[in-house]
């Protein structure tokens, strides 16, 4: 029997309708899922967005502030998709009312931040889920039980890379994700967290790591309005661009393999070039997000000039069959989500955690934390 789960979104930019669609989704591609999320509440500061929000997806009640929602009965579970600097608040506010929470990454500013969360949603005895959705997709699934079968022999090493221009363009406005104080660790935060998860996912714990840092784009201008998304800005006061755009990293392994993880936002010609290189004593995986369908693979006992095959995924990798009937057919990034969002559902249903937790958090937070401190040391240093 199907019971219902009173949900809630709090934060209405994209990533909040992200959200909202994949709770909308999740009974057509997971229909015996026993438990279906009901949208009874939607908040956003901004007036009129949660309004909107509640009349485009049919939320019960819209609100702006989003203590309402965590004092409202009818909501079981919440999405948190707030910008960085509130996360921590929101977070454990909604984990201490007994919802469940499943909060967008990298849950917070520092690693005691997305501490204070897991410790919140801990002791609340509630499940917390975490934004990492790129481990979602079937391709990776497969390239990790590959690696974990032996199918590419010991891992030597792997290139994480995550390059984008969102903001690349020197008229974006300087919104909260450039501020040190609400936006963390910029780059680092927005994009390498994935690339942190990526790597722990499918290769284990970093024992060590080197990083550098840098700010390309200096100074942008204040937007005069509420913005969503990376909105651009022009005329107003210029202000300084406090945190990150740009990361590399060097990673050693607890196994011995080592790594390169690279991550820009200001990255001209780049658009979601998302993507991994993992090689082994007798082969490689090789995976680029804009494909995602697709794996690169190259196994066998040749090991100079061994050919590169492509690997097309389709039902029985990963969640791929809640989506397409036969290989080849193209998935998206908010499929993605929608698997995010039957894990989390699957964990509440079940009492069990699925798919990336609050530990998953701390851990990609404790190796952020790590590469500033490396930056600002220029030495090697571990993680904690």
Known sequence: MVSTLGVAVVGFGWMGRVHTQAYIRLPHHFPRLSVRPELVAVADEVPGRAEEAAERYGFATAVRDWREVAADPRVQAVSIAAPNFLHREIGVAMARAGKHIWIEKPVGLTADDAREVAGAVAEAGVQGAVGFNYRNAPAVQTARAMIAAGEIGAVTHARIRLFSDYAAHPEGALTWRYERARGGSGVL??????????????????????????????????????????????????????????????????????????????????????????????????WDFRRMGELGVSRGSAYQDQPVSTVYIGPGHGEYAAFQPGSANSMGYDDLKVIEAYHFMRSIAEGTAHGATLDDAVHSATVLDAMTRSADLGTWVSPG
């Open 189 to 286: 935060g927005d994009l390498a967290s994935h690339g942190v998860d990526l790597a722990r996912f499918l290769l284990g714990e970093i024992d060590t790591l080197t990083a550098d840092t840098a700010v390309f784009v200096p100074e942008r201008a204040r937007p005069t309005g509420a913005t969503a998304g990376h909105t651009r800005a022009t005329g107003g006061e210029l202000g300084p661009v406090e945190n990150e755009d740009y990361v590399s990293c060097l990673l050693r392994f607890a196994s011995g393999a080592r790594g390169v993880l690279e991550a820009c936002r200001v990255s001209v010609g780049e658009q979601n070039t998302y993507g991994f290189e993992i090689h082994g004593t007798k082969g490689a995986v090789f």
